[in-house]
């Protein structure tokens, strides 16, 4: 089987509901698959319905309309995105979550998925490797990093969670 890299993609959105609510940002970290960083990069995107949105997403994504000034739209940044990420795994921590925005994105845009069909879920892993272990209760995001020592300092910006995602999983990979 051919290796393909991996794409370490992180989606924060104007709520949860992907029928209703937009991606706002998109980050990643690509990495061969011996895990080295070939490329890290966060993509703003401008909500086109933002009285749609849930002000608690907002708040929790820490969307700001001064910080959103030179963002794209969505068209432009799913174009980036899928220039970056052609054949890569996509992993994320709920995967599923992640992906079904963006597999909403793609399908209202007419655009084709360039990733491979594959993807990796660090919430699977962990449970996998550690639903044994009596001192861990919960498998989120900032529950894993404090228990592994990872340092989140952005945590809900698509960027940060990207890199501790990655972070995450090498040390999933290496249990």
Not at 55 to 71: G, H, I, Q, R
Not at 106 to 126: F, P, Q
């Amino acid at each position: 089987m051919k290796k393909h890299n991996l794409a370490f993609i992180d989606v924060e959105m104007t709520g949860l509901n992907p029928a209703k609510h937009e991606i706002i940002e998109l980050g990643a970290v690509i990495t061969t698959p011996e895990l080295e960083v070939l490329e890290e990069f966060d993509i703003k995107i401008k909500p086109e319905n933002l009285e749609n949105a849930d002000p608690v997403s907002l708040k929790v994504s820490n969307y700001n309309k001064d910080a959103w000034e030179k963002a794209v739209f969505l068209p432009e940044a799913i174009k980036i995105l899928l220039e970056k990420v052609k054949d890569c795994i996509m992993v994320g921590h709920n995967v599923a979550f992640d992906s079904l925005f963006l597999e909403t994105a793609l399908a209202k845009l007419g655009v084709v998925n360039t990733m491979h069909y594959h993807k990796l879920d660090t919430v699977s892993i962990a449970w996998a490797k550690l639903h044994r272990s009596l001192d861990v209760e919960h498998f989120s995001l900032r529950e894993l990093c404090l228990r592994f020592g990872i340092e989140n300092p952005k945590a809900h910006t698509a960027l940060s969670d990207a890199r501790a995602t990655f972070l995450l999983y090498k040390h999933l990979m290496s249990l």
